[in-house]
Nanobody, 127 residues
Framework: QVQLVASGGGLVQAGGSLRLSCAAS????????VGWFRQAPGQERVFVAV?????????YADSVKGRFTISRDNAKNTVVYLQMNSLKPEDTAVYYC???????????????????WGQGTQVTVSS
């Protein structure tokens, strides 16, 4: 079992940047796909980005492609980052990281595909 702690959220002006972190405790992210999701008030939780365990390859939602980058700390493999640039007011949401015990090549983009979830971190982008 892996426990996740998300951090790095905050208030930023449009066009600014933030870096979110998802730290694993109890074990490393080896053999886990790690994804980021976000949930705005009154809306469903939606996929943002995922990084696969074996290849380190990443996949993004169209709404963030070219602005967000997901990466991992390869030295210890216990932290996954979400670098968010050129932020827009519509990026405002609670951001959640999630992990799934999966080392294949498909990209998991569904909420139900993930077994473990962090507590969420608020990102607010002002116009």
């Amino acid at each position: 079992q892996v426990q996740l702690v998300a951090s790095g959220g905050g208030l930023v002006q449009a066009g600014g940047s933030l870096r979110l972190s998802c730290a694993a405790s109890g074990r490393t992210f080896s053999r886990y796909a790690v994804g980021w999701f976000r949930q705005a008030p009154g809306q469903e939780r939606v996929f943002v980005a995922v990084i696969n365990s074996n290849t380190g390859s990443a996949y993004y939602a169209d709404s963030v492609k070219g602005r967000f980058t997901i990466s991992r700390d390869n030295a210890k493999n216990t932290v996954v980052y979400l670098q968010m640039n050129s932020l827009k007011p519509e990026d405002t949401a609670v951001y959640y990281c999630a992990a799934s015990y999966y080392s294949g090549t498909y990209y998991y983009t569904g909420v139900r595909q993930y077994d473990y979830w962090g507590q969420g971190t608020q990102v607010t982008v002002s116009s």
